[in-house]
C-alpha cells in the first residue's frame, strides 16, 4: 500500500519522530566502550526509575518492540496447553500476526467487546466450561491499555479483572503499549494502574511515547520474573547494546517525560474530537478518552482527506477511521485537518446534494 507523502498526519504516535530529549539522551549514551547486554550503569540507572515509578516489586527488563514484549511475556506465564482471554479487538488478536500462537505458543480466546474492554462477568463465564483435558487451559487475562478503541481502564476495572483472574487460578497481563496516556488521562502515577491494582505483567509502551526504539516488560511478582531473562534471550529480544535502550526510558522517566508528552497528546485528541464535532456529515464514534479519536465519514471524501493527511481506515464498510495524536501534535495541524474535512465535507454535500 503506498502511502501520500504527507509531512504531517494522524495515522498513528508510530509515526512522529523521536522527541528531542531522548535523542540527546542516546548521544549521551553514546561515549566510549560499555559493557553489553544490560551490564551497564546505564541500565541499572533505568531499573532504578522504573521502581520509583512502579514501586519496589517492580521488576523491568527491556526489549525492542511491543509484540516481543507481549509475547514473551505471555510466554513465561503460559506452557504450550495454556490459552489467553483477551478482547477480540485485542492487538493481540488483530495485529501481531499469529505470534502469539506460532512465538508464543499460546491459544487466544477472544472476548466480544464494544469498546475495547473485557468485564469480570466475561472471564467468569469463558471458564465456565467443562475445561478438562480435551481443551486448553485458561491461564492469562490479557487487557490492553489504553485499548485498541481510545478507551481507558480505571484503576478499579483493573482492580477487578486482577481479582477475578486471581481467584480464578490466573495472571493478569496488561498489553500498554500506550499506558503513559491511559495513566495521563487518569492523572494517576503509572503504579496506580500496574502494581498496586493486582497486574502480574505489564509490557510498558515508549516508542509511541517518543523513543527511538524500545519497550519494557514489567514484573510485579518474582517467581514470576526469575527464568525471564531466558525467555528474552530466546525470544531473541535481547539487546546488546542495551544502554541505547536503558537510556532512552531513563530519559523518558527521569523528568516525568513520559507525562508531558502523553498528556499532550491526550489534549491534542481531545481538542481534534470538539472539533470535528461540530461538521456536518462527522460522526464521533468512541469516547476519546487518550490520543485516538474514531470518526464515521461518507466513504467517498475518506481517499481525498488522505491525499493532504495520513490517517488508518478502521472499518471500511462502515467509513470509520482513526485519527491519532502523538507528542508533537499542534494546533496548527489540527486546525488544517480540520479546515480540509470542513471545505471536503461542504464540497460533497454539492456533489450528492445532501
Not at 514501586?55 to 505471555?74: I, K, M, R, W
Request: contains cysteine; aromatic residues 8%.
Amino acid at each position: 500500500m503506498e502511502h501520500p507523502a504527507v509531512e504531517k498526519g494522524f495515522g498513528s504516535d508510530n509515526h512522529a519522530g523521536v522527541h528531542p530529549e531522548v535523542l540527546q539522551a542516546l548521544v549521551d549514551a553514546n561515549v566510549g566502550h560499555v559493557h553489553s547486554y544490560g551490564d551497564d550503569r546505564y541500565t541499572r540507572d533505568a531499573e532504578d526509575l522504573m521502581r520509583r515509578h512502579f514501586g519496589p516489586s517492580a521488576q523491568p527488563f527491556f526489549v525492542f518492540n511491543g509484540t516481543g514484549a507481549n509475547v514473551t511475556a505471555l510466554g513465561s506465564l503460559t506452557r504450550s496447553f495454556d490459552a489467553v482471554l483477551c478482547a477480540e479487538t485485542s492487538h493481540l488478536h488483530i495485529d501481531e500476526c499469529g505470534a502469539p500462537e506460532q512465538i508464543g505458543g499460546v491459544k487466544l480466546l477472544t472476548l466480544p467487546t464494544d469498546d475495547g474492554k473485557i468485564r469480570p462477568e466475561q472471564v467468569r463465564a469463558r471458564l465456565g466450561g467443562r475445561l478438562d483435558e480435551h481443551q486448553v487451559r485458561p491461564r492469562v487475562v490479557s487487557i490492553t491499555q489504553t485499548t485498541e478503541l481510545g478507551t481507558v481502564y480505571s484503576p478499579e476495572e483493573i482492580a477487578a479483572l486482577a481479582k477475578c483472574a486471581r481467584d480464578s487460578g490466573l495472571f493478569l497481563h496488561v498489553d500498554g503499549a500506550r499506558f503513559a496516556n491511559a495513566a495521563a488521562a487518569l492523572g494517576v502515577e503509572l503504579r496506580a494502574i500496574s502494581a498496586d491494582v493486582g497486574v502480574d505483567v505489564l509490557s510498558f509502551g515508549g516508542t509511541k511515547n517518543g523513543l527511538l526504539l524500545g519497550e519494557a516488560v514489567v514484573f510485579f511478582n518474582e517467581d514470576l520474573a526469575k527464568d525471564y531473562r531466558y525467555a528474552r534471550k530466546q525470544g531473541m529480544q535481547l539487546a546488546s547494546k542495551m544502554r541505547f535502550v536503558s537510556a532512552q526510558f531513563s530519559a523518558l522517566l527521569e523528568g516525568d517525560l513520559w507525562l508531558r508528552s502523553a498528556a499532550h497528546a491526550n489534549a491534542m485528541a481531545r481538542k481534534l474530537e470538539s472539533m470535528v464535532r461540530d461538521i456536518p456529515g462527522v460522526e464521533v464514534t468512541q469516547r476519546s478518552e487518550a490520543n485516538a479519536v474514531f470518526a464515521r465519514l461518507p466513504q467517498a471524501v475518506i481517499p481525498f482527506l488522505q491525499e493532504h493527511f495520513f490517517f488508518y481506515v478502521w472499518d471500511g464498510a462502515r467509513g470509520e477511521v482513526r485519527w491519532m495524536t502523538s507528542f508533537d501534535t499542534t494546533e496548527q495541524d489540527l486546525c488544517a485537518f480540520v479546515d480540509c474535512i470542513t471545505v471536503t465535507m461542504e464540497q460533497y454535500k454539492k456533489e450528492h446534494a445532501v
